[in-house]
C-alpha cells in the first residue's frame, strides 16, 4: 500500500495542486477540509484527473480529535498543513480569526500528531515572514518579522514547530516558505478561485482580462525598482505542488528538519507581469496607478538554492507557462468553481 499523506485545507488552490502531485509520486493523499474558503466541486475535479474518488472528510483542523482520528483510521505518514486563512488585508481587520484559526489549527493539529505516531509534518509558511527585507534575493538566514496578523501568526507556528523538535527529537518537519503561488494546473480544470474581491495580483488580471472586472488598480509607481512598480517572486503553483512532494519524501527519507524558501529567484514587476499576460491572452489588460498600499514592499524575491541543495528541488516554469496556464483556467472557469462543469456535483 502507498504511503498515506493527511492535507489540511487540502481542497484549496494550493492544496489540490499537491493532492494531484502527491498522487503522481505514488502516495495516497487523505484530505481534511471545512470548505470555509473553498468549493467541494474542486474533489470531482479531482476525481476526474485520477480517476479515482478523493479521499476526503469534512471538517475543522481545530477540532484535535477529529484530526487524531484521521490520523489513526488512515495510518497518516505525514502531515502537510495548508488550512489556514491568508488574506493580509482581512487579518488587520479581523486579528482574532486569524490567531484562532491559523494558531489554535496548528496546535489542535500537533496535539493530535502527539498523541498518534504520526511525527512527520510540512508547513505552508510564507514569505511574509521576511518582513521588509533589507536586500535581495532572500535568504533563510535573513532575520524575521511581522507586518501584520497574517504574518505573526506564521512566525508564531514557526517558532511552535522550533521548539517542538527541541522538546521531542521524534518529529521532523519541514516548513517551506513560499513566495507568489499563481498559475493552474495545464488541463484548466483546478485553479484559483478567489472569493469576492482577489487579494492577489494574477487572479485580478485574469478577472479584469476575462471582462469581470474593469481595469486593475496598480498599487505603487515610485518604487526603487526598474519600472516603479513593486516586484516579486511569482511562482507557478504546480514547482510549488512538486516542492511538497520532495519535502515530504526528504522527510520520510532522510528525516531531517528543514525550512527552505520554494521561489523561482527572480523577481517581475507588476507591469511586467501585465505585459506577459497580454501576451499569454491576447487581451489587453487596462490598469492605472493608485497610491501605495501600507505595508507593500517594493522588492520580495527568493534566494531558493537551499531548497534545490536540501531537497533537489528548484522551478522549472517560466512566468509566460504561468499567465498561459491562469489564463486557460479562468477561461475555462469564469466564475472558477461556481460554474460547474457537466459531471461536477
Known amino acids: 500500500m502507498s504511503q498515506k499523506i493527511l492535507l489540511t485545507g487540502g481542497a484549496g488552490y494550493i492544496g489540490s495542486h499537491t493532492y494531484l502531485a502527491l498522487v503522481s509520486a505514488g502516495f495516497t493523499p487523505v484530505i481534511l477540509d471545512d470548505f470555509s474558503n473553498c468549493s467541494p466541486a474542486v474533489l470531482d475535479r479531482l476525481q ?4 479515482h474518488p478523493a479521499l476526503c472528510e469534512r471538517g475543522s483542523v481545530t477540532d484535535s480529535g477529529l484530526v487524531q482520528r484521521l490520523l489513526e483510521q488512515h495510518r497518516i505518514g505525514a502531515v502537510i498543513h495548508f488550512a489556514g486563512f491568508k488574506a493580509v488585508g482581512e487579518s488587520v481587520a479581523q486579528p482574532l480569526k486569524y490567531y484562532a484559526n491559523n494558531i489554535g489549527g496548528m496546535v489542535g493539529l500537533l496535539q493530535a500528531m502527539e498523541a498518534s ?37 506564521k512566525l508564531v507556528c514557526e517558532d ?3 521548539a517542538l523538535r527541541v522538546a521531542g527529537p521524534l518529529w ?34 485574469t478577472q479584469v482580462a476575462v471582462g469581470k472586472r474593469p481595469y486593475l488598480n496598480v498599487y505603487g509607481r515610485d518604487y526603487n525598482t526598474p519600472d ?18 520532495a519535502a515530504v519524501q526528504a522527510l520520510l527519507g532522510k528525516g531531517e528538519s528543514f525550512t527552505v524558501n520554494l521561489g523561482t529567484g527572480r523577481g517581475h514587476s507588476v507591469l511586467e507581469l501585465v505585459s506577459a499576460f497580454e501576451r499569454a491572452s491576447g ?22 538554492s537551499l531548497a534545490e541543495d536540501l531537497l533537489g528541488w528548484r522551478a522549472t516554469h517560466s ?17 472558477g468553481y461556481g460554474q460547474a462543469l457537466a459531471g461536477d456535483r
Open 117 to 153: 505516531a504520526c511525527r512527520t509534518l510540512v508547513f505552508s509558511s510564507s514569505a511574509t515572514v521576511y518582513g521588509d527585507p533589507a536586500s535581495v534575493p532572500i535568504t533563510e538566514k535573513f532575520p524575521v518579522s511581522h507586518t501584520n496578523p497574517y504574518g505573526h501568526t
Open 319 to 335: 512566468l509566460a507557462d504561468m499567465c498561459t496556464d491562469a489564463w486557460r483556467w479562468q477561461q475555462g472557469n469564469p466564475e
Open 172 to 205: 521532523r518537519m519541514g516548513v517551506l516558505r513560499y513566495f507568489n503561488p499563481v498559475g493552474a494546473h495545464p488541463s484548466g480544470l483546478i485553479g484559483e478561485d478567489p472569493a469576492g474581491l482577489p487579494n492577489n495580483l494574477m487572479p485580478y488580471v
Open 160 to 162: 511552535m514547530l522550533a
Open 48 to 51: 476526474r484527473l485520477t480517476g
Open 283 to 304: 487581451k489587453t489588460v487596462p490598469y492605472q496607478f493608485a497610491p501605495r498600499r501600507a505595508g507593500d514592499v517594493a522588492q520580495c524575491y527568493a534566494d531558493p
Open 228 to 245: 516603479g512598480t513593486g516586484v516579486r517572486d511569482y511562482i507557478h503553483v504546480q514547482d510549488l505542488a512538486q516542492g511538497h512532494v
